[in-house]
């Protein structure tokens, strides 16, 4: 089954900002606005070692409970990539790899907040979505010849986590989250002249099995233009 979730992404933040809209309680906390980045996922990006992630998410309270997550990164060349065109690079040939893409993210955070201590800090759940497409290849044959291997990985997933932020909600945050889910990666080898021919990833360890695991630690910053009353 083809995982296209692009358009499951628009579906569910657009729902949930009309949702936004119509809440008539005056909350001050949703004012915030988080501004983060996950420094690990330069290391290691949706298709894990070969691709490296730099992005941004962007974090904002729908509610004293819920707060709704949207991410945007460009794909790049991981390290695993990086070394094997260094082992293979001769000393009058040198070969590098180009990796590049898009990936989208999206969470809707549900945290179990007391009276006085609202949305977006402490402990929560939520759904976590992405959906990443892009390229691999050689970097002569991906621009000259434009020969690559084109991926797309799609995983839902539960995760739990913490978040780090002043009472005001203003200054420096940290994220933290674990979780797992179901995944779907694909990929097909794509050519100058003819169609692109399907890979098989079943028997790929990570890359073929179903199970997604996903985690790490965000760092940021949060802004409220308002002040608590």
């Given at each position: 089954m083809k995982c296209n979730g692009l358009p499951l992404l628009l579906f569910l933040a657009l729902s949930l900002s009309a949702h936004s809209?119509?809440?008539?309680?005056?909350?001050?906390?949703?004012?915030?606005?988080i501004l983060k980045t996950c420094p690990?996922?330069?290391?290691s990006g949706p298709i894990p070692l070969l691709t490296s992630?730099?992005?941004?998410?962007?974090?904002?309270p729908l509610s004293k409970k819920t707060a709704i997550e949207l991410g945007f990164s460009e794909i790049g060349e991981g390290p695993a990539l990086y070394f094997i065109g260094k082992q293979l690079s001769q000393p009058y040939h040198t070969i590098s790899f180009l990796a590049k893409g898009?990936?989208?993210?999206?969470?809707?955070k549900y945290y179990f907040s007391k009276k006085k201590r609202l949305?977006?800090?402490?402990?929560?759940?939520?759904?976590?979505?992405?959906?990443?497409?892009?390229?691999?290849?050689?970097?002569?044959?991906?621009?000259?010849?434009?020969?690559?291997?084109?991926?797309t990985n799609c995983n839902i997933n539960a995760i739990y986590g913490f978040q780090q932020i002043r009472k005001n909600g203003r200054g420096f945050v940290v994220d933290y989250y674990l979780g797992l889910g179901y995944k779907k990666i694909t990929a097909?080898?794509?050519?100058?002249?003819?169609?692109?021919?399907?890979?098989?990833?079943?028997?790929?360890?990570?890359?073929?099995?179903p199970l997604s695991l996903v985690g790490g630690i965000y760092l940021g910053w949060g802004f409220s233009p308002k002040e608590k009353k």
């Open positions: 809209q119509t809440q008539k309680e005056y909350n001050p906390e949703r004012e915030i606005l690990g996922h330069m290391i992630a730099y992005g941004f998410l962007l974090e904002t898009v990936e989208l993210q999206f969470a809707c949305a977006p800090k402490g402990f929560y759940v939520a759904p976590l979505i992405q959906f990443s497409t892009g390229g691999i290849g050689q970097t002569y044959n991906y621009m000259a010849r434009n020969n690559y291997v084109g991926f097909e080898r794509h050519y100058a002249t003819g169609y692109p021919v399907p890979m098989d990833l079943s028997k790929d360890g990570y890359y073929g099995s």
